[in-house]
């Protein structure tokens, strides 16, 4: 299956996108674990599904 890698800035703007073939949900997650040097925030999309934000979003607290 095909991912989307998403590589964003601080403030959660795309600067990049790959789009590339996983066999797990896992696999996909360990490969934007890894490429977090290249981009404050990445995230992993499978089809129109958020999989995983990296790092996290710290929860905010209402104002």
Do not use: C
Request: proline fraction near 6%; avoid cysteine; charged fraction near 30%.
């Amino acid at each position: 299956m095909n991912y989307s890698i998403r590589f964003k800035s601080a403030q959660g703007i795309t600067s990049r996108s790959e789009f590339l073939p996983f066999d797990t949900d896992g696999e996909a997650r360990t490969y934007a674990a890894e490429a977090l040097h290249k981009s404050p925030m990445v995230e992993v999309w499978k089809g129109d599904n958020l999989l995983a934000r990296l790092p996290e979003e710290t929860k905010r607290t209402p104002r």
